[in-house]
C-alpha cells in the first residue's frame, strides 16, 4: 500500500518534471510488476489481435503528466510490447516524436 504523503510525493515529482524519480521508485516497480501479472506478461494490443508478445513496457493509459493521481492505479495500466506501445503513443501523441527503447519509462 501507498501512503497518502508518499503518494503526494510521487505526485509532486511528476508536476515537477521529475519523471525519473517516480519511474525508479520501488511504488512504481511494484505496479508495473503487478499489473505484468495482471495481463499474463502478455502484450494487450497483441492479444486482441490474436497474436502473443511477451510484455516489455507498462504503459499509462492515461498519462502520468496530466492524470498523475492515477500513476499507481492498476486500472489505468496496460502491458504493451515495444511495438504497439511506440504504435499507441504515435497516435496519442502525434506532434511528439516518442520512442521507447526500454523498461524504465512510461
Ligand atoms: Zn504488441
Ligand atoms: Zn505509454
Redesign the pocket.
Known amino acids: 500500500m501507498v501512503t497518502n504523503k508518499r503518494m503526494q510525493e510521487l505526485i509532486n515529482w511528476i508536476n515537477d518534471g521529475q519523471l525519473m524519480k517516480f519511474y525508479k521508485s520501488k511504488e512504481w516497480f511494484a505496479k508495473r510488476e503487478q499489473a505484468r501479472q495482471r495481463d499474463n506478461y502478455e502484450c494487450q494490443l497483441c492479444k486482441a489481435e490474436g497474436k502473443y508478445h511477451r510484455v516489455e ?1 507498462v ?2 493509459i492515461k498519462e502520468v503528466k496530466t492524470h498523475p493521481h492515477l500513476s499507481l492505479s492498476l486500472s489505468n495500466l496496460q502491458s ?1 510490447c515495444i511495438a504497439c ?1 511506440n504504435k ?2 504515435e497516435r496519442l501523441d502525434e506532434q511528439h516524436e516518442v520512442k ?1 527503447t526500454n523498461e524504465e519509462r ?1
Open positions: 513496457n504503459h499509462h504493451l506501445h499507441v503513443h521507447f512510461w
